[in-house]
């Protein structure tokens, strides 16, 4: 196991607090546990960029985040949501088109849990909870799959 054993237990409780982990499995938790990267952020980091590829998900474990996003390339951002500890964002890019669908930046001090796209379709993609934001966003991101080349300039 790469992952401290003690380490390893805090992130297996923390996990299993997580709402929309409640149907996974005990050995499929402790596997999330051993792949995650704990990550830090400070007041205003960006932690997502709308706009660009991204290959990781992301579980809050302490702080909140901001998530905004930009409808076309001629608007300002629009404020969408604040997530906060136990919240997780991130897997739009990792169905389908890797392209990120808003930006989400750090209100004040936060650590995420930072699963890679691989251990994220093996363990917890498959999730109702997870699978199902999709739709929502579907035509957006066909838009911004088009405007990408702008916002990648
Ligand atoms: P992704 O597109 O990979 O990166 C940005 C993330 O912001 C996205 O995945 C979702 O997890 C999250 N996100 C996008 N739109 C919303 C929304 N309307 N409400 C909450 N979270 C969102």
Not at 30 to 44: I, M, P, Q, R
Not at 58 to 68: M, R
Not at 85 to 98: R, V
Request: proline share 2%; aromatic share 8%.
């Amino acid at each position: 196991m790469r992952t401290g054993l003690i380490k390893h237990s805090q992130y297996m409780e923390f996990l299993r607090s997580v709402p929309s982990f409640q149907s996974l499995p005990e050995d499929v938790l402790s596997k999330v546990a051993d792949v995650l990267e704990e990550t830090h952020y400070s007041e205003g980091d960006y932690i997502i960029r709308q706009g660009a590829t991204g290959d990781t998900f992301f579980i809050i474990s302490e702080g909140q985040v901001k998530v905004t996003q930009q409808k076309s390339s001629n608007e300002e951002p629009e404020f969408l949501t604040t997530l906060s500890i136990g919240d997780w964002f991130g897997e739009q890019a990792l169905k389908g088109e890797d392209v990120r669908t808003a930006s989400v930046t750090a209100v004040g001090e936060v650590t995420c849990l930072v699963v890679d796209r691989e251990s994220f379709m093996q363990l917890i993609g498959g999730l109702d909870d997870v699978s199902s934001r999709q739709n929502e966003s579907d035509e957006l991101k066909a838009k911004l799959e088009a405007e990408a080349v702008f916002f990648s300039s």
